[in-house]
């Protein structure tokens, strides 16, 4: 529709200037810019070149009515040519391959937690330590590549007559991307941490045996709830959604206990040793907003803000859609608790 639109208002703008001043050197600049003014006054978007585009074409011909008449008319049947065949043979949709691109970032992100933390419980040597920040860095790239596929998906789910709530899907899909990717972030930041530790502190280990094992077994808990994360944010089905949730708090409620015994043993440490206290609780900052990441409630409340804002950019886009909505809406006189309670079960069903 944008399309057709564009090509009409540059039809329109050529035929006025055929009839004021015709094709002359100045004109034909003049042209240009006013079809570019009148682009952004028609909302075309990303189709404003194509405005002036059809009013050079047509201005630039001498049976000016013919020329402009054949032009809408050959867009009116490519629009209705690509309308038929993406209605008889719809494009593929993409979802599933970003979930399993989500999905493996997160199992990356898991691997590498673990033997951070394994190595963090005995004697890491600052080579090691280094070592592991750089794969940490390094995370940055595969979360490009996630997000070029998470891009693929978005595209095709925009007017996708195979897809339903398609704006629910691409928003469910980034904010999830989103908080791993403030988790891989944090993450980065960890094993800075511990590899200024690690130079602190060596040849000797970097905590005592006890405070290495908690430390450990935090960084499994909070792996293990990445995965589950993802798992939750590419799963279709509602009750599945509801049981990797379920999931996903248990870990996260033993993460949260974990981590109140790991603080506990870090004040003991620092009451006998104050070395590089400020290390050790840059250690507890970092997992701590690693968990308050992953929390249900945390993702719930981003998500709606999410869609709340998507649903006013879409109304801005096109209020005469809003509009029409809320007006069958009046004539089948549905109920505006209905309403809410519809969009409710949706939101819960991701």
């Known amino acids: 529709m944008r399309r057709v639109n564009a090509v009409v208002a540059g039809v329109l703008v050529a035929i006025a200037f055929s009839l004021l001043v015709g094709l002359t050197w100045w004109s034909l600049g003049l042209l240009i810019v006013a079809a570019l003014a009148v682009g952004h006054l028609v909302r075309v978007d990303e189709y404003v070149p194509e405005v002036a585009i059809s009013a050079m074409l047509v201005l630039g011909v001498t049976t000016v009515g013919n020329t402009a008449w054949a032009r809408v008319l050959e867009t009116l049947i490519g629009a209705v040519v690509g309308l038929g065949t993406?209605?008889?043979l719809p494009p593929p949709v993409w979802v599933e391959e970003a979930g399993e691109s989500i999905e493996g970032l997160?199992?990356?992100?898991?691997?590498?937690?673990?033997?951070?933390?394994?190595?963090?419980?005995?004697r890491m040597p600052s080579e090691q330590a280094a070592a592991r920040l750089h794969e940490a860095r390094r995370l940055d790239h595969d979360i490009i590549e996630v997000d070029a596929a998470l891009r693929q998906a978005e595209d095709s789910l925009r007017l996708n007559p195979r897809v339903r709530e398609g704006v629910l899907h691409?928003?469910?899909?980034?904010?999830?991307?989103?908080?791993?990717?403030?988790?891989?972030?944090?993450?980065?930041?960890?094993?800075?941490?511990?590899?200024?530790?690690?130079?602190?502190?060596?040849?000797?280990?970097?905590?005592?045996?006890?405070?290495?094992?908690?430390?450990?077994?935090?960084?499994?808990?909070?792996?293990?709830?990445?995965?589950?994360?993802?798992v939750l944010v590419t799963t279709d089905v509602s009750e599945n959604a509801e049981s990797a949730e379920d999931r996903l708090t248990s870990q996260l409620r033993e993460a949260a206990a974990t981590r109140d015994k790991l603080a506990q043993l870090l004040l003991e440490q620092l009451q006998h040793d104050a070395r590089q206290w400020q290390l050790h609780g840059a250690v507890l900052t970092e997992v701590n907003r690693m968990i308050d990441e992953l929390d249900t409630e945390h993702r719930s409340h981003r998500l709606l803000e999410e869609l709340d804002r998507a649903t006013r950019e879409q109304d801005g886009r096109l209020p005469w859609l809003s509009r029409l909505r809320e007006h069958v809406h009046r004539r089948l006189r549905v109920p505006d608790r209905l309403r809410r309670n519809r969009r409710g079960k949706s939101r819960r069903s991701r």
């Open 86 to 88: 993406n209605l008889l």
């Open 170 to 230: 691409r928003v469910v899909l980034r904010t999830g991307l989103d908080t791993l990717e403030i988790c891989t972030v944090v993450l980065r930041v960890l094993a800075r941490t511990l590899t200024d530790l690690t130079k602190e502190r060596e040849p000797g280990t970097l905590f005592p045996a006890e405070t290495g094992a908690t430390l450990e077994r935090l960084l499994s808990e909070i792996a293990d709830a990445v995965v589950s994360f993802a």
């Open 106 to 122: 997160a199992r990356r992100v898991r691997q590498l937690m673990l033997r951070i933390g394994e190595e963090a419980a005995g």
